[in-house]
């Protein structure tokens, strides 16, 4: 038994130092579900974390939604972003929000800075922008970023490069709809289940023995 959980553990060390080392920045959308009745006012914050010794020197998002649930009076504040990829220099930094389609929201924002500069000044997690929107009608739908990592979701770091970002979303309920979200497993519990399955057959092995 000593053994079984030895090499499990050993296992799971080596899985958590892969895991480490491939981390990519994460976005975030809070909170990842929300519940409206109609009439009333959905905000959605979408973050960006674990920079690391990256940076985000411009983006390029496209945000779909049903625009027949929501957003018939909508509003965006993306000041974050423009300080931290400006320097606080509004100078340093050009950006653009544009509707291409009632359910698609445009932002792009592009520094100005040199990459050692930006680095110097940009934290490693912050606020991308606050969406707000009127929820309109009764039903359910996903406020996220369109699939195109050309122009729906490009994010750029040093040297012009493309940053590989993990990217979440928000399910929207309105009026009657309702949010369905399974519970996603983590490393913890199943480590517990492995040794909780390892357990119970070494206990037998050693019986019969």
């Known amino acids: 038994m000593k053994k079984i959980l030895t090499r499990l553990g050993l296992a799971c060390g080596a899985c958590l130092c892969t895991l480490g080392a491939a981390a990519n920045p994460v976005v ?5 579900t929300v519940h409206a009745q109609i009439g009333e006012i959905v905000q959605v914050d979408v973050s960006i974390s674990g920079l690391g010794d990256e940076v985000l020197s411009a983006f390029d998002l496209n945000f779909l939604w049903d625009g ?6 909508r509003s965006i504040d993306a000041t974050s972003a423009q300080m931290q990829l400006g320097g606080g220099d509004p100078l340093m930094v050009t950006w653009a929000i544009d509707t291409i389609a009632s359910g698609n929201w445009g932002l792009q924002v592009s520094s100005l800075l040199d990459d050692a500069t930006l680095a110097a000044l940009q934290a490693n997690d912050f606020l991308l922008a606050t969406f707000t929107f009127k929820a309109d009608a009764d039903g359910v ?6 699939a195109d990592p050309d122009f729906q979701r490009n994010f750029v770091g040093l040297r012009f490069n ?6 979440g979303s928000t399910c929207v309920a309105v009026g009657s709809g309702n949010c369905t979200v399974p519970e996603a497993a983590t490393l913890p519990l199943a480590v517990l289940a492995l040794v909780g399955a390892a357990a119970p057959a070494a206990w037998r092995r050693r019986r019969r023995a």
């Open 28 to 32: 975030t959308f809070t909170p990842s």
């Open 68 to 73: 027949g649930l929501m957003g018939s009076s």
């Open 141 to 146: 739908t996903t406020f996220g970023l369109g």
């Open 162 to 167: 493309t940053l590989d970002v993990s990217i």
